[in-house]
């Protein structure tokens, strides 16, 4: 019928919800495209890509991708009836600080990093949230009614505060799965001069990325009788090859 919401396509990807399409997309940077359609029953999606502008990932690129899909597989091997979406969050949360941990991005215990918010300077949003007749289904009833329950209850702490998915999956829930890693320089720059999570951040090492961008990678999910699965007969291309080859063809 119609796009579920306004398209974000940008080679900005560090700046959420971007909708300034004005930029010329250059060689040697990422493209992130958010978009989604309202079916014909009304039924919404909601799907992320990032793909390398010149065609070929770079290998800075490579290693920050790999990172990304990594947490996003991740969550859809995690979740499962009976399991909250906020520990499976946690735990793409500490997939992702292993990841930058092996780029000597970030440093220190990875479980006490991920307790103490650290690795939120990277990814200050939340894993999911719920899918259907709207594209956050149902939020205008209020967050915590939808996304959270008796059991689970909204963190203060900044990056999970942004959770919009919390409580226990059940089946037939369709949610979205949407890690990402942005290097948003405003950001760097106010924990660096805060000296914030200096025991887990190694921030001579992040200030080289600060003209990266951002990558994630979403796609929608329905939680199953023992487990999950993506929504649709075929991904989206996700791999470094599926990409690649799509955009040299």
Known sequence: RM?????????????????????????????????????????????TRTIPVGGKFTGRQRDIYGIVLACHDKALE????????????????KVLTEGLKGLGL??????????????????????????GLDVHDMEDLG?????????????????LASLRMGRKLQKGFVITDEPGCYFIPALIDKWKAEKLHTNFLNFDEIEKYKDFGGIRLEDDILITENGSRFLGEKRIPITFDEVEAIMNE
């Open 106 to 131: 970030m440093k220190g215990n990875t479980d006490e990093a991920v307790a103490a918010g650290a690795h939120a300077l990277f990814l200050p949003h939340g894993l999911g949230h719920m899918m």
């Open 143 to 159: 967050q915590c009614y939808v996304g959270y329950d008796e059991e689970v209850q909204p963190s203060t702490q900044f990056g």
């Open 78 to 93: 995690l979740a499962r009836p009976g399991v909250t979406y906020k520990s499976v969050h946690l735990e793409v949360c």
């Open 3 to 47: 796009v579920s919401f306004a398209t974000i396509l940008t080679q900005n990807g560090q700046t959420l919800h971007n909708h300034d399409h004005s930029h010329i997309l250059q060689e040697g940077r990422l493209m992130l495209t958010d978009a989604g359609a309202e079916l014909m029953n009304y039924y919404c999606s909601d799907h």
